[in-house]
């Protein structure tokens, strides 16, 4: 039977009816009404019930951002709509009889990769999705690590380097701080206003603004052969797979599935994630190394994963 | 039904027949016949068949150091046995008709924490073990978590400090170089070296002789209030709660228990693990924070766990 | 015999004559004109000749943030007036005829300090100027060091943490990411940011708004006994003590004065200070430990300082 | 008029006679006599007076590892010897009639440098000898940098890495764990434990064994173009430029003089230490790099440079 994926973004609301393949069968979509709970919820339901005239429906999954709790009902807090413990499964069930799921977005990303994309066909999958922040999804044995409190999954803020580049959360040296769209602008202006020659075609690209050297700008760069821009990435890939080989000191996954929009820099990306792995995996002479590879499910790999995991519940 | 649970150290095999509360009801030692895989199967046998004699057992498990396969039959590599790929299970359970687990010896000994423990009531848990080293086990959702090739919770070979101490892995700035007896050890003689008032007492208590200063010298230290140790435990101990929040960013465990002889500090250790992990935690304020308490189940951890996990495999 | 001072800041000009002790005798001031080299000359030349016409003048010297030529007559880059090469002395002699020398603020204020202030019993002197960023000087056998270039004094771009904070000279770690106003502020916001009770009456001070915390809120706080003020001093302090130590480890100077706004907290400030250059200071059980001290020669440190080197050069 | 050099060593005494322009124009040579302070000083004045029979002089330096007091007539603190406070000049001085000046052999070499070898046509100079150990010795505007105290120079203890290898010295991170021959030895030993390929090469020249890794097989195999060598030698360079980065912000020294068994290297260490150097260096766009080079002087370096020291002292 097929399910509904919903994915409550900043902006738009985007709704779309899953099979049980990951296919999207039919959208919808809805503008975010502010950070108002009801209109919110509003807006949800009726791009439910709109999707829902023309399909046999088993559940709905929701995939928001922030921190939802265990129970998979609750947005326990999302910085970017201004929520606190929002009881949201609850509001929509009490306006539609379909059960609702409640995920962390790129827990519901995550999981579509591990069902229909990079990682179908393995057992265990760390996902990294490398936008403006870091994203993340463990899956293991199978089934998607919630954690105790629901709050698995936050690789952005696993603690990369003591005394590091301080966070917005508070805390200085995150992953997210080495390992994201921000944090590759970042580096790429610092580099650009040091005076090395080497980002000289950086700069001249954003016409000597260093406040125009953007993402697209360095990724694009990288893919017509820039050295600066591939330097850049190359360092970036390296704290990625160096922190990947961290997580897999603990959790050994067989595939690491880098996603997101600096994901599409593709093997300039990986190549480095790789070798930083390679070199900071501990017994790798002994062991078999995971598989890195690029995210297949594209942008709407929350819906199709928020859809997949209520269909599951229900 | 019972099983039996064996645990092959470096220089003796212990075995016991195990109830299904973690109860041990009989046990039996042998020596550990040097590295001869042969021998210490015979051995391991010799120990089964003895205590099989007066219980009846549904089946061994046997925690051993060293990488255990994902099938849990074959010791990967074990540096201190001098193994690599050696089938234990098929060598002994051709010479008795029982099923046989093997289980990497840190894994089983987290095991029977969170079956009998402290972590008894808890969904997930985080273990970890200081001893000379540094070991660990990770339970998520009631599940030991084995990686997809059997190599999880080697939460020694972290990444905690770039370019930090070198490790006998190959690799800089494991968290084991930090969190360790024998880190705790070489800390305290290099403080002791460098004339700090601090650590003079310390030194004192090894006669003035840097070399003797061991971990007992200064877990009796401190526990009798000497500031130096103190100072020393509560590094050790910030540390280990630093690599918790770090692994607890990724996944949300209901309880850090900490085990070992350097655990045996107690509050003098949970204190600042607690600190560093509060501290260095990301979404503080809008989650509830792990329990962190020590170790309950002694010396026959590996043992105890190991035969609860036979008991289930069979 | 008497010589002057100029201080020329982003927003306004200071002279004033001082004599041979270092007391100022007659002061004046123009608006600085905006960032024209022509315009500023003119206005130094104004001051200079209105206090001229009373007192007997040996020379003028001239202190400038910037990086200033070995030969002590050019600009040679100023971030602020957005000069580079700057022929700053030839153009002001050619107004009038006194023999013109031109010096890095900073380094005019250590000279200052050095001559007339916490160090003027001393033969040896490192000075940190801690304001919104970090100033330094440095005084070996009685010198002022100024390097092969001029460049030298710049302890703000020190590497710190390799892989640090970044920071606005296009590299990472510099001690000024560490120890700085500006540092201090960041710090306070984000450990603010993160929930910690510990920060909560700060919050509580700025009226619940991070972003009005800045560094007086700090300063005044910690005066007034606030754990999370003084914390947040303590970590600042212990940094400058630690690249204190760095750098005693290569000039083992006989004195520390620490300078600037920040400067102001005193013992809050010195003692975490003194701590972290006595712990990271080698062979300190064979050494004499340098004397740290708050600077004493004020706002005017950096005339003075510029008038005496003028003297001397006359 | 000729002076006379003495180097003490562990093992031997050299001692020679040199002229005003750094040659050596006669030698000889004792055993140590253990590290008894009377015998040592016997054998000198023997040395000296052997030389003294064929040249006239002008007085006598002494090179020796340790620290030396600011009157460079003491040895404050010698680890090889064992000596405190051992007033070397008066003991020499009374035995013959010839003024005696005393100095830390790796300021006596780095002074040779700065007068006869790579850096004699410099105002300024950073030299680093890479032996086993890291030493160092800075000359500004023409003077040999010696400190209030007289430990100037100990560019080993300078703090790279925060919390990174621990060091001899009782502290962590110090460049020396980092830029020297038995970081080097240390750094290839785990790589070629960690089962890494690059490295395998470097092990088979070991015989497999890889406590025979040394550093002469690494540079010797770096020169034939052995891959793993020249990363090694490259991530040595890389962190001696880095600490050369951060000592010229404050001292901004006009020539980087690399010495020392390593420094043997050439190209293969100084390419990378260039590199280190001008990414990590403030302000590069606006400044002159430091020249770097390998030292000339050799292993006579100490007994000419005390030498030199000797006679413009006398």
Redesign the interface.
Known sequence: MHSIGVDIGGTKIAAGVVDENGRIRARTRRDTPATDQDLIEGAVVDAVQELRADHEIAGVGIGAAG?VGADRRTI??AANLAW?DAALADGIESRIDLPVVVENDANAAGWAEFRFGAARE???MLMLTVGTGLG?A?V??G?L????????????????????????????G?LEQ?TSGTALV??AR???????ALYAPLLSRAEGDIARIDGPTITDAAQEGDEGAIALLDELGYWLG??A???S??????MVVIGGGVGAAGDLLLDPARRGY???L???????L?EFAIARTGNSAGMIGAADLARQAA
């Open positions: 921190f326990v807090f606190r393995a057992g265990d993340g463990l293991m044995d089934r690590v919630r954690g105790s409190g629901g709050f698995a999954g936050e690789v952005a803020h696993m603690n990369l380097v003591p005394n590091g580049q301080w966070c917005g959360c508070g805390r200085r995150c080495y970042r580096m610092a580099r650009a206003a040091s005076s090395d160096y922190g080989a961290s997580l000191a603990v959790l050994d996954p067989q390679a070199e900071e501990v017994a790798r002479g002994h062991r078999s995971a």
